[in-house]
Nanobody
Framework: QVQLAESGGGSVQAGGSLRLSCAAS????????MAWFRQAPGKGREGVAV????????VYADSVKGRFTISQDNTKNTVHLQMNSLKAEDTAMYSC??????????????????????WGQGTQVTVSS
């Protein structure tokens, strides 16, 4: 079991920045891939960024490439999502997930995590134009 807790959401004007954090109850660094997903009202869940076990690599949705950066602090069991140049369309509930994934972890940004993934409660991001 892994408990995840997101923080760092809030309201910001377009063009601004926010840094989301996802704190895990235990180390996930070399075991799980970590991912950020978001869901806006009336829309389906969208993969935002995924980072592989042990910082293998990172994958981003086209809509956030060049603006968002996912990173891990394995000493604090925390994953961050730095979000710059925010747009109104980035407004959503952001949730982090931890999953085993195996060799296909990078596909999770498109397919979503497995049914056995661990999820946090989410943090709201609101961007006003």
């Amino acid at each position: 079991q892994v408990q995840l807790a997101e923080s760092g959401g809030g309201s910001v004007q377009a063009g601004g920045s926010l840094r989301l954090s996802c704190a895990a109850s235990r180390s996930t660094y070399n075991i799980y891939y970590m991912a950020w997903f978001r869901q806006a009202p009336g829309k389906g869940r969208e993969g935002v960024a995924v980072i592989g076990p042990g910082d293998a690599a990172a994958v981003y949705a086209d809509s956030v490439k060049g603006r968002f950066t996912i990173s891990q602090d394995n000493t604090k069991n925390t994953v961050h999502l730095q979000m710059n140049s925010l747009k109104a369309e980035d407004t959503a509930m952001y949730s982090c997930a931890a999953d085993l994934g195996g060799g296909n972890w990078c596909r999770a940004i498109f397919t979503g995590p497995s049914d056995t993934a661990f999820w946090g409660q989410g943090t709201q991001v609101t961007v006003s134009s």
